[in-house]
């Protein structure tokens, strides 16, 4: 027979504890038997020390124990493994999801024809779309990812330490309680800071408490890596996510999150003709999430084929408007080109009648083939209104010389700005 802990996990899934943990020992088949144990890892002997009674653990702890009677072994070992969880990570002053990652690889689990639409990481979702939620707690900020992946960020020099969150998705849990499924997900998650690992977790497995992440950034450090790799056989069901994942700014410094890059961020936007089933994930919302993603592999664009864009953002009441903004992208190897001539008008309450503010072109030809981004910006416009109206003549047709030559070309456009703060590049 073999002791009895309780509680009790192992290396594949320890019991995680705050600042103490009491762990009681027994085996009720041998009685009068001694429990020799230890706390260090190693094999217990006759002389180890002897259980009297409820032991309390400070700190990560591996406990071994053996019965004995009369200096002779006289059972089977049992093992314990208690983690002590870090202490709990503030909120980030900068959240990963509304950064642009320099990288994002993630693992491939479909069939060749269906991998066009496998989606990306997820930004403040699950991967499969649902809330972000670990342990029966939800979270509004992170990212949802498969097993094994990394991302990687540019360290900026305002970022101090970065903290979050990290675990096994509950989304298995949905269906039939995980049945046949949950048993399988064993993920390790990293910190990588310049090539060296800062920070990693134990196994996580799915409904363990979300393991914490507090990691100075050294000075001078330029890129940070996020990675969740599996153990053992990769399994499909290897969703993870970082919840209240970010950046803690050092003293004194400032950040300006999306919801401050422009005034229309977040608000309702109409569109006249709908993009392209293909490219229309987030639909017009995503035309004002703050996020300017263009050059991340399309991400966030919406694309018109042989049609123009036509949207109307409603900010809900009128605002003093200094300055108007477009954000669109070129990629003639798709097919992708600038509008010709953007249009910007704005309406007070009624949302009819509209007066034009600004008509912007550009002077980029359609020979260069990017992938190139470009902002339309009409500034020093000194008016006011709640609706605004922005729309994009497409070129048309694909220009001569292209492979593609005379079939519909594709408009592609990203963020649409009202008042922005911050102006790329390149404007």
Request: charged share 25%; aromatic share 8%; hydrophobic share 40%.
């Amino acid at each position: 027979d073999a002791p009895i802990l309780v509680p009790w996990g192992f290396k594949l899934r320890p019991k995680f504890f705050d600042t103490s943990l009491n762990v009681s020992l027994s085996i009720p088949r041998l009685p009068g038997a001694e429990l020799r144990y230890t706390v260090d890892g190693t094999e217990p002997t006759a002389e180890s020390a002897l259980y009297a009674g409820t032991l309390r653990l400070n700190d990560t702890t591996t406990l071994r124990c053996v019965p004995f009677r009369d200096g002779r072994r006289i059972g089977l070992e049992s093992e314990g493994y208690f983690i002590r969880m870090p202490p709990k990570p503030p909120h980030p002053d900068v959240s990963i999801s509304d950064l642009k990652p320099l990288k994002m690889n993630m693992a491939v689990w479909s069939e060749w024809y269906a991998e066009a639409s496998r989606p990306d990481p997820r930004p403040d979702r699950a991967y499969d779309g649902g809330p972000l939620r670990l342990r029966g707690v939800s979270y509004k900020r992170g990212m949802g990812l498969r097993a094994p992946s990394h991302l990687i960020y540019e360290v900026k020099p305002e970022f101090d330490r970065f903290v979050a969150r990290a675990g096994v998705d509950e989304g298995l849990l949905k269906n039939d309680m995980g049945r046949e499924r949950a048993m399988y997900p064993h993920v390790v998650f990293k910190v990588v800071i310049d090539g060296r690992v800062a920070a990693e977790s134990p196994v996580m497995r799915i409904s363990q408490e979300p393991w914490r992440f507090n990691v100075p950034i050294p000075p001078g450090s330029r890129v940070i890596s996020l990675a969740a790799a599996h153990v053992g056989e990769f399994n499909p069901g290897e969703l993870v996510q970082w919840v209240d994942a970010g950046f803690a700014l050092k003293p004194g410094a400032t950040w300006t999150t999306p919801e401050k890059l422009h005034q229309a961020v977040g608000k309702r936007v109409k569109l006249k003709a709908d993009p392209a089933p293909v490219y229309s994930t987030g639909g017009a919302a995503a035309l004002t999430d703050g996020r300017m993603e263009a050059m991340q592999g399309r991400r966030g664009c919406l694309g018109f084929e042989g049609a123009d864009l036509d949207a109307t953002i409603d900010l809900a009441t009128p605002v003093p408007i200094e300055r108007l903004a477009a954000h669109f992208l070129q990629d003639t190897a798709g097919g992708i080109y600038l509008p010709t001539e953007v249009e910007f008008a704005v309406a007070d309450e009624n949302g009819k009648s509209f007066r034009t503010l600004a008509r912007v072109k550009h002077s980029i030809p359609t020979s260069e083939t990017g992938p190139l981004v470009h902002m339309f910006s009409a500034p020093g416009l000194k008016t006011s209104g709640r609706y605004v109206r922005i729309r994009a003549t497409n070129v048309g047709q694909i220009p001569a010389g292209h492979p593609a030559a005379n079939a519909q070309a594709w408009l592609f456009v990203d963020e649409l700005l009202v008042n922005p703060t911050v102006l790329p590049l390149h404007e």
